[in-house]
């Protein structure tokens, strides 16, 4: 437990934080999975919307710092290889 008050603060603080950051983190993954389900489902209109929503999610969590800009980078070369793979596929 904090015993000062500028420590109590920082607690406090890192509490709101971390709610933040899991809710930004949470929302990548959602993206990311609603991407993957638009490509089982074969609608080209679906997957195009999932990718651009993925690709939004991971830059605005990259640019807030909640991830580091080459994890969000290879996330999103990721997605981009399994739409080729589909593109292909079809």
């Known amino acids: 437990m904090p015993n000062t008050a500028s420590a109590k603060k ?3 603080q ?3 934080r971390t709610l933040r950051n899991r809710l930004v983190k949470s929302k990548v993954k ?3 999975k609603k991407f993957n389900e638009a490509l089982k489902s074969q609608d080209a209109e679906a ?3 999932a990718l651009v929503g993925a690709v939004k999610a991971l830059d605005k969590a990259a ?3 909640i991830i580091h800009k080459n994890t969000a980078a290879r996330k999103k070369s990721r997605l981009y290889k ?3 793979e ?3 596929a079809v």
């Open 86 to 88: 589909f593109s292909i």
């Open 63 to 65: 640019a807030k710092g």
């Open 47 to 49: 997957i195009r919307n």
């Open 82 to 84: 399994k739409l080729k």
């Open 30 to 32: 959602a993206a990311i």
């Open 14 to 16: 890192a509490k709101k």
């Open 10 to 12: 920082k607690l406090r």
